[in-house]
Every structure is written in C-alpha cells, then in structure tokens.
C-alpha cells in the first residue's frame, strides 16, 4: 500500500495488489528479502537501526555477531569449465563478524574439499587468532550432509566440535553472507583474471586467487555496518579486545 501511494505522488499509477505481484514475480514479498536484493544490487550498504533487527530475526549469520565464537558460512561455487581442465569449483568460507574470507580451487565437488578447504586455510588462520570456531553454516549440499558415522565432511566437524548448521531447503539466502561473496569474487576477481590471462592449471589461478583475497582481507576497507570502512581483518583483532 505504501509503495502504490508513493509512485501515485510521482505520477505513477500502480495498484496495491500489482505492487505485491511483482514482488512475488521477483521472490521479494518480504522485507528481509528487499534488504538482501538491495544489498546484492548496490553493495555493501549502510543499514538502518530499524533495518538491522530485522535482518538479526529472519537470518542466523547475524545473531552470531561476535567474535569469541565467529560463525563461518561455507558454500560451492562453481567458477566455470577451463579449456584442458573442466570444471573448477571454489569453496568459500566467509566470517560472519568480519567478512573475513577463505577461498580454494578444485576440480571436483566432493566432501573431501569441503574439509580440505577447513583444515588447510581456515583452521590455522583462527588458531593463530586464538579464537575457537564453533559453528559453520552450510546449504544441504550432499559435500556437506550425510550420515554422520560416514560421511567425511560431518566427521571432521565432529572430530574438531564444530556445530553443523543448515540452510532452510530451497531457501539459500538464509547462506546470504557467502552468497554475496561469491557475487563479489565473480565480479571482482575471475571475470576480470579471465578477460585478461589464460590460466592452463588450477594452481595458477590459485595463486593469483590467493593474491586478490589478501588484498579483500587485509587491504581493502568494506563498507556496511560489519566493519565500518575498515578492512576484516582489523575488524577481527578489533573484536578480540572488546
């Protein structure tokens, strides 16, 4: 109702059940949902005190703001099929509190790189930090879930005391945070290196990935209200002496 009324003072003439049809077209029906596709369209942008409840209620990364046990979402995303290689996946790894972020490359979408991704990048960095992570947060992807006795990804987490966390099904926004930095490194990163360089192997462009996630990590400030202009990781060692 508030959206007719507002384009009717604009000379815009659309009625309020339109209005929700678009919205449903659009899979923006709910408020939380305009605020995701408005951060995904125009970046990190600065919440309101109103707006910020709101994403805190609907989604489980937010109510995990704090860095004594950051939450981590994780996510496979496929990068795209290489001449000579096939096709390259990314494991993702984002902080909730910092934005902070982990990214490897393989050829394949299995349970064993969704641990490797952890145990090689992910752990080390927090245990340099001293921090402890308790919960990871993934969509129901089977590199992810299975029977807990077999299944190596559930293992590990088992093994390390790692709270395993799941999306709603058919619901991956709830995964918002390593959604949107799969938007950013597509964007950012490998449309940009593959325009530019022909990369024959995986660890080619893993290396120049490496390079584009210091500077995301320890050079370049996010805006929003996570950091505030700062870069992730000064917003981590910022946390650690609240």
């Not at 899979?27 to 125009?42: A, D, G, I, P, V």
């Not at 490797?116 to 752990?123: F, H, P, Q, S, T």
């Not at 960095?125 to 308790?134: R, S, W």
Request: aromatic share 12%; hydrophobic share 35%.
């Amino acid at each position: 109702m508030k959206v007719s009324d507002q384009l009717r003072l604009e000379n815009v003439s659309v009625s309020p059940s339109t209005v929700r049809n678009l919205w449903i077209k659009e899979s923006m029906e709910t408020r939380y949902k305009r605020l995701l596709r408005m951060e995904e369209e125009k970046g990190d942008v600065e919440l309101t005190e109103e707006q910020i409840p709101l994403l805190e209620k609907a989604n489980p990364c937010f109510r995990e703001h704090h860095v004594e046990s950051p939450l981590l979402c994780q996510d496979t995303f496929m990068v795209g099929s290489l001449k000579g290689i096939g096709r390259v996946y990314l494991q993702a790894v984002v902080d909730t509190f910092g934005s902070f972020a982990f990214g490897k490359l393989y050829t394949s979408k299995l349970p064993e790189t969704a641990v490797d991704v952890l145990y090689n990048r992910v752990l080390p960095f927090y245990e340099v930090q001293g921090l402890k992570i308790e919960h990871v947060l993934t969509d129901n992807g089977r590199e992810y879930c299975g029977k807990p006795m077999i299944h190596p990804y559930q293992i590990f987490l088992e093994l390390y005391d790692i709270e395993h966390r799941r999306t709603k099904v058919a619901r991956p926004r709830t995964n918002g945070f390593v959604e949107r930095f799969n938007r950013t490194v597509l964007d950012e990163f490998f449309r940009e290196a593959f325009r530019k360089e022909f990369y024959p192997s995986v660890e080619k462009l893993q290396k120049a990935l490496d390079l584009w996630l210091h500077h995301y990590n320890y050079e370049r400030p996010h805006r929003g209200y996570r950091n505030m202009g700062s870069r992730p990781i000064e917003t981590i060692e910022a946390g650690k002496v609240i």
